[in-house]
């Protein structure tokens, strides 16, 4: 009896360690030079190294899918980028219709590449030949590379400017007039409880209930039904507004967390964005690509809890 236990625990552990060598294996093939074949797992990995995400959307019915299969896709200019410039992953999209409708998929082969949070840098549609193939790839992943560099010093020049402003907080100061701000709080119910479902998917305000809510970052959305729910559940981020509904255009120039407002809302690349006024909107649907591919990883403590007035 002693020896059978004995051998079923050599067994368990064998069968965790080959579980632990295949994690292994598949978090590290775009490491390899391999296209990952999963989504959450690509992104994850993505936002570990801090590089954009390659879609490629393709069926095994489409011939032209299978001849970019042989002649662009498994190439070595192609492939030594992987995990170093980006992170790859291919997408069946008869396995994969989620993914297919919540990135607008139309024709195939399509292919997408997105920031680590799941902002769409560029897209192209159709079959291409390697040398157009990899122009593409290159303009965009140079396009995040640019984006986050402008953001990393952004970010240097904000933390030096706090660090002053507590320094001269810590000293003693004339007296000054004091600004008058009028107070409010972070929002605790999104969309001021408008169903995120009925508006993404049909363009209309209609009122969600607490009955059928659900918490996303920070925020709770209420949906009108059970169903509504959830496809909510399911894919949150495809239905609540980018950057926990604060206004983009604010957060690019002044760096403030400001929750935009349900009566000036836009939907560019299929994410619906909020902003304080309509001179705001104005200015985001001007240079959309500017203001969307703002990064910041917002949390709820960080949305401005006062407003200048």
Same mark, same amino acid.
């Given at each position: 009896?002693?020896?059978?236990?004995?051998?079923?625990?050599?067994?368990?552990?064998?069968?965790?360690?080959?579980?632990?060598?295949?994690?292994?294996?598949?978090?590290n093939?775009?490491l390899a030079? $391999?296209?990952?074949?999963?989504?959450?797992?690509a992104?994850?990995?993505?936002?570990?190294?801090?590089?954009p995400?390659?879609?490629?959307?393709?069926a095994? +019915?489409?011939?032209?899918?299978?001849?970019? $299969?042989?002649?662009?896709?498994?190439?070595?200019?192609?492939?030594?980028?992987?995990?170093?410039?980006?992170?790859?992953v291919k =997408?069946?999209s008869?396995q994969?219709?989620?993914l297919?409708?919540?990135?607008?998929v139309?024709?195939l082969?399509?292919?997408?590449?997105?920031?680590p949070?799941?902002?769409?840098?560029?897209?192209a549609?159709?079959s291409?030949?390697?040398?157009e193939?990899l122009?593409?790839?290159?303009?965009?992943?140079?396009?995040?590379?640019?984006d986050?560099?402008v953001?990393?010093?952004?970010k240097?020049?904000? !933390?030096?400017?706090q660090?002053?402003?507590s320094?001269?907080e810590n000293q003693p100061?004339e007296?000054? !007039?004091?600004?008058?701000?009028?107070?409010?709080?972070?929002?605790?119910?999104?969309? !001021?409880?408008?169903?995120? =479902?009925?508006l993404?998917?049909?363009?209309k +305000?209609t009122?969600?209930?607490? $009955?059928?809510?659900?918490?996303?970052? /920070?925020i709770?959305y209420?949906?009108?039904?059970h169903?509504? %729910?959830e496809?909510?559940?399911?894919?949150? /981020?495809?239905?609540?507004?980018? %950057? %926990?509904g604060?206004?983009?255009?604010?957060?690019?120039?002044?760096?403030?967390?400001?929750?935009?407002?349900?009566?000036? /809302?836009a939907?560019?690349?299929q994410?619906?964005?909020?902003?304080?006024?309509?001179?705001?909107? $104005?200015?985001?649907?001007?240079?959309p690509?500017?203001?969307?591919?703002?990064?910041?990883v917002l949390k709820?403590d960080q949305i !401005?809890?006062?407003?200048?007035r």
């Amino acid at each position: 009896m002693l020896l059978t236990n004995c051998k079923s625990k050599k067994q368990i552990l064998s069968i965790i360690t080959v579980t632990f060598s295949l994690i292994a294996i598949s978090v590290n093939q775009s490491l390899a030079g $391999e296209w990952l074949h999963d989504f959450r797992s690509a992104q994850k990995l993505a936002q570990q190294k801090d590089l954009p995400i390659l879609l490629h959307f393709h069926a095994s +019915w489409c011939g032209p899918c299978r001849q970019m $299969e042989q002649t662009v896709l498994q190439t070595q200019s192609l492939t030594s980028q992987f995990g170093t410039r980006i992170i790859a992953v291919k =997408i069946d999209s008869d396995q994969n219709q989620h993914l297919v409708e919540r990135f607008n998929v139309r024709s195939l082969p399509s292919d997408i590449l997105l920031t680590p949070t799941g902002t769409i840098i560029t897209r192209a549609g159709g079959s291409q030949v390697k040398s157009e193939y990899l122009s593409f790839l290159g303009r965009g992943a140079s396009r995040y590379e640019n984006d986050r560099r402008v953001y990393l010093a952004q970010k240097s020049k904000r !933390e030096l400017m706090q660090k002053q402003k507590s320094q001269q907080e810590n000293q003693p100061s004339e007296k000054t !007039e004091e600004k008058s701000y009028i107070a409010t709080s972070p929002p605790n119910v999104g969309l !001021e409880g408008y169903s995120p =479902i009925a508006l993404t998917r049909d363009r209309k +305000w209609t009122k969600g209930s607490e $009955e059928f809510s659900w918490p996303y970052q /920070g925020i709770t959305y209420f949906l009108s039904n059970h169903t509504e %729910l959830e496809i909510f559940k399911n894919d949150p /981020g495809r239905y609540a507004p980018q %950057l %926990l509904g604060c206004d983009p255009v604010i957060l690019n120039k002044q760096d403030r967390a400001i929750p935009g407002n349900t009566k000036y /809302g836009a939907y560019y690349d299929q994410n619906l964005y909020l902003f304080v006024d309509l001179e705001s909107r $104005e200015a985001f649907k001007k240079n959309p690509d500017r203001f969307s591919r703002t990064m910041h990883v917002l949390k709820i403590d960080q949305i !401005e809890s006062t407003i200048l007035r």
